[in-house]
């Protein structure tokens, strides 16, 4: 064998070990920079996600420390639709519970929600769920009469009806906003004056008070005119609004 030929098995071989030795340090390293590259664009993005949160505070649930979440929910429409809590991904919103032969607090409150829906009239993400207490008399068509004499046009505005005991399960459970059927009070039925607020993900939302708690509802019967109720508690509508706009700048 020549010479040359010797030279070049010796510098095959030489190709060869560097090969072996330092090629899979070369991908390992290439494969790593790849990783933390794709960390740092995933920390950057939650950053980023969460720079765009507003001031406003997750309502904690006692029982398990977890953010307190809109139960899964399925129930009639004033237009005879089926409508879930799917239907509100994407879209801020306010709940209530109310009845529409209610003779107290329900004007108040409605009226109260229907200013809120003119002031987000350009909203497209905005909506309203409001669900029945009396629900064998709330038909689709009661409350489609209802929307309509109260001026309710925003399409994301459901009046919603269904099953009783589902709709009781989602006030006191779900949500937490009392409700019940009471022969002894004016109306036959009681239930608490508040809204609740929800973020586009589903999370209910509110500020905090003076001395750093959630408020966790509002108060819907009290009107931004009228300033104060009887008792001096201030009409909660005006921060309502305000709140309402963070959540939709999210």
């Known amino acids: ?11 095959a071989f030489i190709i060869l070990v560097f ?3 330092f090629v899979p340090r070369i991908v390992d ?20 996600e969460k720079s765009k949160l507003s001031d406003l505070v997750f309502i904690e649930n006692s029982n398990t420390g977890e953010n307190r979440k809109v139960p899964e929910f399925s129930f009639m429409n ?3 639709k089926q409508i879930t809590n799917k239907d509100y991904e994407g879209r801020v919103y306010v709940i209530e519970f109310f009845f529409t032969t209610c003779p107290t607090i329900c004007p108040r409150m409605n009226n109260n929600l229907v200013q809120i829906q003119n002031t987000f009239k ?11 207490i009396n629900p064998k008399h709330d038909t689709p068509e009661v409350l489609k009469t209802y929307a309509e004499t109260y001026g309710i046009v925003n399409p994301n505005w459901h009046l919603l009806t269904g099953e009783k005991d589902a709709i009781y399960k989602l006030a006191n459970e779900g949500f937490y906003i009392y409700a019940a059927e009471n022969t002894d009070v004016e109306g036959g039925f009681e ?8 973020d586009k993900n589903g999370f209910i939302r509110s500020r905090k008070d003076a001395f750093g708690n959630p408020i966790i509802y509002y ?17 909660q509508i005006s921060i309502l609004k305000e709140d309402i706009k963070k959540l939709l700048n999210e």
């Open 122 to 132: 350009d909203f497209e993400n905005f909506g309203v769920a409001s669900f029945t």
């Open 219 to 235: 108060r819907g019967i009290t009107s931004e005119d009228e300033g104060a109720d009887d008792n001096g508690e201030v009409e």
């Open 19 to 21: 090969g072996i030795w």
């Open 29 to 48: 390293r290439i494969n790593s920079d790849d990783i933390s590259r794709k960390e740092s664009r995933s920390d950057q993005k939650r950053e980023k």
């Open 191 to 198: 239930h608490s004056g508040n809204f609740a607020l929800v």
């Open 1 to 11: 064998m020549k010479k040359t030929n010797y030279s070049y098995i010796g510098i």
């Open 78 to 80: 004033q237009d005879g």
